[in-house]
């Protein structure tokens, strides 16, 4: 995917759902549902569209469009612009969606991260920014 | 490894016990009693949290005649220094979210 793929890494986190792909795939593509679970959005299931996540820290990442296949196989950039290029964040989250007999596993892959990567800003900062601020000072002070 | 990932994510994930955690970090050792005078919660809470606290490795007790001391375990908070782990536990706690939602979406 990325000419630097040998220094990047992913992330993949899985699950089942007791409910059949269909209504995944609604939760994963319908604004007014991924609003409920990820972010704010103007997203399209279409490829090639742009659109932002804005999260509720004031970040706002920019996304774009790049494979659906409806049930089965939805992924977009996940970048965020910063000065610092440690902090700068170009990645690609795909999810995958397989029926099993009693639901659908949906697997999220989350790739392009380089290892000088300093904080994965765009995301981590959404849930965990003030508990991390509020570790980071005790572990400074308890250094 | 996952599964450490998670429970580390989860036991800190509440306010009160990572309150209580946060106190260990910053004020050393303490006794039940002195943390339940800190806590918002009675001292049988504080107590449950600090068993959910050991068992994700993160506190350590130590008795001394009829009382029980804690203390902060930074080491066990090694995964959360690395970017990717954080990101894990984002996307972890966003499917919590995404689980919530389907329950609550019609067929």
Redesign the interface.
Known sequence: MSHTATEA?????E?E?P?PPE??W??LTQPH?IE???MKNDFKPVVGHGFNLRGEWGGVLDCEVLAVEPNRTLSYTWNFAHDDAAYNLRSVVTFTLTPTGTGTR?R?E?SG?HRD????YG??H???KQ??A??EQ??T??A | MTNAHDMLFRT?ADPTR?AIF?QL??EGEQTVGALTARAKVSQPAVSKHLGVLKQAGLVRDRHAGRQTHYSAQ?GA?AP?ID??S??????????D??????KR?D?
Not at chain 2, 86 to 95: D, E, I, L, Y
Not at chain 2, 97 to 102: G, I, K, P, V
């Open positions: 890494r992913s992330v993949v986190v699950r759902f409910y209504k995944l609604r939760a549902l409920e679970w990820l949906l999220m989350q991260f990567q300093k904080q994965a995301g981590a959404a849930g965990w508990f991390f509020n570790l005790v572990l002070r308890t | 800190l990572r946060e970090c910053r930074l908070l959360l970017w990717t954080r990101m894990a536990g984002f996307w972890q706690s966003r499917f979210h995404l689980e919530d939602l389907l979406m067929q």
